[in-house]
C-alpha cells in the first residue's frame, strides 16, 4: 500500500457519500410509493432505511474528522521500524540473518569478526558496529546474551539501535518485526 491508506481513505469517503445518495434516494422513492405499500411495510422500510442513513452519517462524520482513516496505526508503525531498521542496521547481512531468524549463523558470524580483529583482517571501528548489530539481533530473538556481551552492547549501542529496540519493542509482536526486517533486505536487494 504504497498510498499508506490515503487513496483508499478517499475511495472509502466516496463509497460512503454514493451510498448515502442511495439512501437518499430510497426515502424519496418510498415516500413516492407510500400509497402502494401497506403502512407496516412503510414503517419497516423506513425505519430500516433512516438506520442506515444514520449509521452512513456517522461514518461519514469520523472520516471527515479524521477519527477513522486506512492509514492507521500498523502503517505508522511499519513507517517506523523501516526508519528503525535502516538507522540501527547498516550491514545487509545481518538484516538477513536478524530476519531469517538465524541466530546460529548470527553468532557464526561474530565468532568469524572475533578471528578477523584478532588477526587484523577487521577495523576496531566496523567490528564494533557489526558485533552491536548482531547482539541487538540476538537479543531481540531471543537469545541469552553473556555478561561480556551485554556490556560490550551497553557500552556501544547508539541512539539507533535504542531507537530500534524501543521501537521493535512497542510492537509487542516479534513477526512483525521480522516481517518488515525481510522486507528491507528485499528492498536492498533492488
Known amino acids: 500500500m ?3 491508506g490515503t487513496t483508499e481513505t478517499s475511495k472509502l469517503k466516496q463509497n460512503l457519500e454514493e ?6 434516494q430510497q426515502l424519496q422513492d418510498l415516500e413516492e410509493c407510500r400509497e402502494e405499500l401497506d403502512a407496516d411495510e412503510y414503517e419497516e422500510t423506513k425505519k430500516e432505511t433512516l438506520e442506515q442513513l444514520s449509521e452512513i452519517n456517522d461514518s461519514l462524520k469520523k472520516i471527515m474528522s479524521g477519527d477513522m482513516t486506512l492509514v492507521d496505526e500498523l502503517s505508522g508503525m511499519q513507517l517506523a521500524i523501516q526508519a528503525a531498521i535502516s538507522q540501527a542496521f547498516k550491514t545487509p547481512e545481518v ?3 536478524f530476519a531469517k531468524k538465524q541466530p546460529r549463523q548470527l553468532r557464526t558470524r561474530l565468532a568469524e569478526m572475533d578471528r578477523d580483529l584478532m588477526v587484523g583482517k577487521l577495523g576496531r571501528d566496523l567490528y564494533t558496529q557489526q558485533k552491536v548489530e548482531i547482539l541487538t539481533a540476538l537479543r531481540k530473538l531471543g537469545e541469552k546474551l553473556t555478561p561480556d556481551d551485554e556490556m560490550f552492547l551497553s557500552a556501544n549501542a547508539g541512539t539507533a539501535l535504542s531507537q530500534f529496540e524501543r521501537v521493535s519493542t512497542d510492537l509487542g ?4 518485526v521480522f516481517a518488515l526486517a525481510s522486507f528491507e533486505v528485499e528492498q536492498a536487494k533492488q
Open 95 to 97: 538484516i538477513r540473518m
Open 2 to 4: 504504497a498510498s499508506r
Open 173 to 176: 509482536s516479534g513477526d512483525k
Open 19 to 24: 451510498q448515502l445518495d442511495r439512501l437518499m
